[in-house]
């Protein structure tokens, strides 16, 4: 029988074994009237337990190992945080464990006090080789359990992300509109060219854009030229204008462009090309400039959604891809799937991370609302958990079932998802 540690700390925590007539291993009577509460930083795995052994009652922490000896392999014998355990759990009793004074730690073994379905049920879901583990019995669990393990997920998502932010914020010294500006080219990019657009956004401060708020030509110049696209001969008067103005606007704020060949356009569909994600983003910065002030102001959904529509995109860009290839009528404005994006990884991210970075809990409640507001994504990883019979009505469901395959699935810590918990217990 192979499992690991994490198994019998699953199986003490939620008393998964035979409760009748406890003994030690030595024969001694014993009780557990409190099995205490589960560790996850360094000491004794389960803290402020409370047991009876032999009618006399013991409060402190209990710890779990696959053998006894497993006590000496950790070391536990030279480290003081282990002086108080009062109770030794164990798969296998293989050698009695000493305390520093002689006396013999009481043990006690899980072994031959696990039902068999336990056992079952945990390598049905750790040895699956489907897309995720619980992928055949999901849909026999109550929607209740699911939901509610995925808005726990959801908040434990945003506040890893937030971690991201703050650690740039921190960068820009404490500077929440350069850092939303950051933020936002780099979701611009739409993953392919998120690294490109995020060192673009690093070597054009946002504070140069403010110095030409109705200069339009010049603000695309300053986007296209430091994106390394106008280090070429044009045939069109547009292109030919940026490089003149781009070719001034160099020198005099003595900035570099990053290299071309970072940006990604093949197995691209045209509208994705980066040269037309740069042409809207410079509208956006076009049509708000300092942005993050405006999420922070509109409460409404729909307002929000406007701040990315109808954005004010050169008509050059109504007929060309690239500079030098002109086509047929070219969609420039965003379609509704990539506003939504934007909305849901950093418009919303940035409401829940400024809400916590300032302990004004109503921004991260508008975080919350505003992705169940947007619609479910729709990509390969969520098609699959839709596939098993979960249901996904918006982007909060979805933004947590990313969450769920990344944190959870991936790894097969079953043992520490409300979902798989609920499919181990089940009889």
């Known amino acids: 029988m192979h499992f690991p540690e994490e198994f019998l700390h699953f199986v003490w925590q939620f008393r998964l074994y035979d409760t009748l007539e406890l003994q030690t291993v030595d024969g001694k009577p014993l009780k557990v009237l409190n099995c205490g509460f ?9 803290t402020n337990a409370k047991i009876v052994i032999d009618e006399t009652t013991w409060v402190g922490q209990v710890e779990v190992h696959l053998k006894s000896s497993d006590w000496h392999v950790h070391q536990h014998q030279k480290d003081n945080a282990y002086e108080n355990v009062v109770l030794h759990v164990v798969w296998n009793y293989d050698v009695d464990i000493k305390r520093r004074d002689g006396t013999i730690l009481p043990t006690f073994s899980l072994q031959g006090k696990i039902s068999e379905h336990l056992f079952e049920n945990y390598q049905s879901l750790i040895v699956s080789t489907n897309a995720f583990p619980c992928e055949q019995q999901i849909k026999e669990m109550d929607s209740f359990v699911i939901n509610s393990f995925l808005s726990r997920i959801l908040v434990e998502r945003l506040e890893q992300k937030s971690k991201e932010v703050f650690e740039r914020l921190e960068q820009l010294n404490g500077n929440w509109d350069e850092t939303f500006y950051h933020f936002m080219a780099k979701n611009f990019g739409f993953k392919v060219n998120a690294l490109p657009m995020q060192l673009l956004a690093q070597s054009l401060p946002q504070q140069l854009f403010a110095k030409h708020k109705d200069q339009v030509l010049q603000i695309e110049a300053l986007i296209f030229g430091q994106a390394g696209f106008l280090n070429q001969g044009f045939e069109d008067d547009y292109p030919n204008r940026l490089k003149t103005e781009y070719a ?10 990053i290299d071309i060949s970072l940006w990604k356009f093949l197995r691209m569909r045209p509208q994705n090309f980066p040269t037309l994600r740069l042409a809207q983003f410079a509208a956006l910065i076009v049509k708000s400039n300092h942005l ?15 701040l990315f529509d109808e954005l004010p995109v050169n ?15 070219v969609s420039v404005q ?3 799937a990539s ?3 934007l909305l849901i990884n950093t418009v919303s991210l940035f409401l829940f991370a400024y809400g916590k970075y300032t302990g004004q809990a109503n921004f991260q409640t508008r975080a919350l609302y505003l992705l169940e507001s947007v619609a479910a994504e729709n990509n390969a990883i969520i098609s699959q958990y839709l596939d098993a019979g979960v249901i996904a009505e918006n982007a909060c469901q979805t933004q947590a079932l990313l969450q769920l395959r990344k944190t959870y699935c991936n790894d097969k810590r079953c043992l520490n998802c409300g979902i ?6 089940r009889g």
């Open 38 to 46: 589960l560790n996850t930083h360094g000491g004794p795995d389960f």
């Open 248 to 257: 001034f606007l160099k020198k005099k704020y003595t900035v570099t462009p």
């Open 292 to 306: 993050f002030s405006k999420v922070l102001e509109v409460k409404d959904v729909k307002e929000l959604h406007l």
């Open 315 to 329: 008509d050059f860009w109504l007929s060309h891809y690239h500079f030098n290839k002109e086509t047929e009528k």
């Open 334 to 336: 965003l379609g509704k």
């Open 339 to 341: 506003i939504d994006n």
């Open 420 to 425: 798989g918990l609920k499919i181990l217990k």
